[in-house]
Nanobody, 124 residues
């Protein structure tokens, strides 16, 4: 089994920054690619960013390009999402996910493993 545990969410003001972490444990050799998704109330879960453990391009959703940065620490089996210049539209539950696919896919169904989510609220 694979366990993904997110942390780092919270309540911040517009323009602030947050860094989310996702620690992977268990049979992580099954996972080649990690992704961050988010789901706002009443909306579908959407792709935010993705990264391979082996490196390479890191695609982002258009809505977060230039503000969010995904990174990884292979030794710690941890993926991060640095979020800067946060907006109220970024308010959502953020999930990390893992897949055996080598391609960084943006669809929810491509990912086999999911964390429990961490709430990010951006409000003044």
């Amino acid at each position: 089994q694979v366990q993904l545990v997110e942390s780092g969410g919270g309540l911040v003001q517009p323009g602030d920054s947050l860094r989310l972490s996702c620690a992977a444990s268990g049979r992580t050799f099954n996972i080649n690619t990690m992704g961050w998704f988010r789901q706002a109330p009443g909306k579908e879960r959407e792709f935010v960013a993705g990264i391979r453990w082996s490196g390479g391009p890191t695609p982002y959703a258009d809505s977060v390009k230039g503000r969010f940065t995904i990174s990884r620490d292979n030794g710690k089996k941890t993926v991060y999402l640095q979020m800067n210049s946060l907006k109220s539209a970024d308010t959502a539950v953020y999930y990390c996910a893992g897949t055996s696919y080598l391609a960084i896919l943006t669809t929810v169904n491509a990912y086999d493993y999911w964390g429990q989510g961490t709430q990010v609220t951006v409000s003044s």
